[in-house]
């Protein structure tokens, strides 16, 4: 009866809704605001919206969440109710949330979904010409990056000149523009890449810059770092690549 164990898990729509609404409710309450209302939305990234005015807060709160227990809700209100009073950007995470957000069992719920709302991905590591999964191997030879878990690489549908790579952190998602998969593209240029991003990965979670002086630092390490840079800055504009 797994479907049965899954319900008392996670609870009942209901259940959940009235979680997120009491959690959000009391947190809020501690903040000053006396009518708060909430909703879980199905982002395709993991985030939360809100609207205030004076004391009353509407909220959406990605559904990547639902099913947490309610004392991640409750630390996740007090981050956000904490960066509506002060703005800008800061640090909104607990410890604890950190800890579910690279938990085997937040990655195995949320991944899938989150692979399922991407719209441009191949769902593919083998391209035409170069496969993401031997230049990740090639990598961690080098000893440049270490395994991450559950970490899961594509290339995109359609392929960008501009946008060469993206990653979700959070979801340990690395998706590579298949612009750089073909024969005149040299294998270390998508390695690079792949190096880049799988750097965002190994950092976590971050606020502020993502692309710091450290970054910058590890990024140059890369055997090839000059000469891709120079492809790919050719990539972006050279018409023999449209
Ligand atoms: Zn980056």
Not at 21 to 32: K, L, P, T, W
Not at 48 to 57: E, F, G, I, M
Not at 60 to 81: N, Q, V
Not at 100 to 107: A, D, Q, T, W, Y
Request: proline share 3%; net charge positive.
């Amino acid at each position: 009866m797994n479907e049965v164990t899954d319900i008392s898990y996670r609870g009942s729509v209901n259940e959940q809704d009235h979680l997120l609404q009491d959690c959000f409710f009391r947190v809020g309450a501690e903040h000053g605001f006396h009518d708060v209302q909430t909703s879980w939305e199905k982002f395709k990234e993991f985030k939360a919206t809100w609207k205030r005015c004076s004391n009353t807060a509407e909220l959406h709160i990605t559904d990547y969440m639902k099913g947490s227990d309610p004392e991640l809700i409750t630390d996740l209100a007090r981050g956000i109710f904490g960066r509506m009073g002060r703005g800008g950007v800061r640090d909104i995470y607990s410890e604890k949330l950190r800890q579910h957000f690279v938990s085997h069992e937040f990655i195995q719920r949320n991944q899938p979904l989150y692979l399922k709302r991407s719209r441009n991905l191949a769902y593919r590591q083998k391209g035409q010409v170069h496969d993401l999964e031997a230049l990740y191997d090639d990598l961690l030879d080098t000893g440049l990056v270490t395994k991450v878990p559950n970490s899961y690489l594509t290339w995109t549908k359609s392929g960008n000149r501009q946008r060469i790579g993206y990653c979700s952190v959070i979801m340990r998602v690395v998706a590579i523009s298949s612009a750089l998969d073909r024969k005149e593209v040299p294998s270390f240029v998508p390695g690079y890449v792949l190096y880049h991003e799988l750097l965002h990965l190994e950092n976590g979670l971050r606020f502020g810059s993502y692309h710091d002086r450290e970054f910058r630092a590890k990024e140059a390490m890369h055997p090839y770092h000059n000469e891709a840079e120079r492809w790919l800055r050719k990539i972006a504009v050279d018409p023999q690549f449209r």
